[in-house]
């Protein structure tokens, strides 16, 4: 397994690579996998003559310093895990000094709005942020398709309209959830969680379940408070906010309309750790 760590470097392979007519697949990640990011690479692995996976812990998304100092870094066992996937797997894990050149600071991006809502109003700069690297690795690993997981939706429909405005000529993919075997959306930040919370935690995705089989039957306004209150009878978990919104606008939804597909975005604090999901409803 080839590990790259300067840009340059990688760049340099991949242009290899593609002038050798091979396809290659790029799987942005943090590390501390799991299986949700193996399915990702598993799918690039179907569609491409290799993959790259990044990992890197990407400072500038993160608006908490403590929620950065506790990420998990699990380097050693990721490539492990990776090595048995596949022998067509590359790693790019660079420095932040590397990726950042010591000017630790976002570029800023224009998304149409799709930043000013759910995690971007809880979460200043975020999106900048994962702009940023997501930017500079396509950039770096000119990849054919760059792969996804759905479970950060409203991430994955940012990207692709960064793509779109910077024009550039990557095929961004996005991918299903993968959950645990309660429900739970699978995270890194999972490992943080108790035994007993992390058991609990499917609380959240049946509270989605249920908002969705109210869809025609209750208005917004009822489901939305239905979920509220049905937090506030839960100790365990401390709700962020729960709102039903357009899918490709992400406009939070006043009704259902017939011809347009929505979503159920949550975000939940447990044990301290933000937990999102989100379900889509027709």
Not at 40 to 64: C, G, R, Y
Request: charged letters at 30%.
């Amino acid at each position: 397994m080839k590990i790259f760590d300067r840009k340059k470097e990688l760049n340099a392979f991949s242009l290899e690579e593609r002038r050798k007519d091979r396809t290659i697949g790029l799987v942005p990640t943090m590390g501390a996998l799991h299986s949700g990011h193996i399915s990702l690479v598993k799918k690039a692995l179907s569609e491409n003559d290799f993959v790259i996976v990044s990992i890197f812990v990407n400072p500038t998304q993160f608006d908490k310093k403590d929620d950065l100092e506790k990420y998990p870094r699990t380097f050693q066992k990721d490539v492990s895990l990776l090595k048995e996937v596949s022998e067509k797997i590359v790693v790019f894990a660079p420095t932040v000094d590397e990726i950042y050149a010591g000017n630790l600071k976002s570029e800023s991006y224009e998304f149409d709005g799709l930043d000013k809502v759910m995690e971007g109003e809880f979460r200043t700069g975020h999106f900048d942020g994962v702009g940023t690297i997501v930017e500079l690795l396509l950039r770096t690993a000119e990849p054919n398709k760059a792969y996804f997981g759905e479970k950060d939706f409203q991430q994955l429909q940012i990207i692709r309209k960064m793509a779109e405005t910077k024009d550039l000529p990557y095929t961004i993919v996005g991918c299903a959830i993968e959950r645990e075997p309660h429900g739970l959306a699978m995270s890194s930040r999972n490992e943080r969680l108790s035994k007993e919370t992390r058991e609990q935690a499917s609380f959240i995705h049946k509270t989605l379940q249920t908002a969705k089989a109210k869809i025609g039957t209750k208005s917004v306004k009822d489901i939305t408070d239905w979920v509220t209150s049905e937090f506030e009878k839960q100790p365990l978990f401390d709700l962020e906010y729960f709102e039903i919104a357009d899918e490709n606008t992400l406009t939070p939804a006043l009704k259902i309309q017939d011809n347009q597909k929505y979503r159920a975005f949550i975000a939940v604090y447990a044990d301290g750790v933000r937990l999102i999901d989100n379900l889509r409803l027709n």
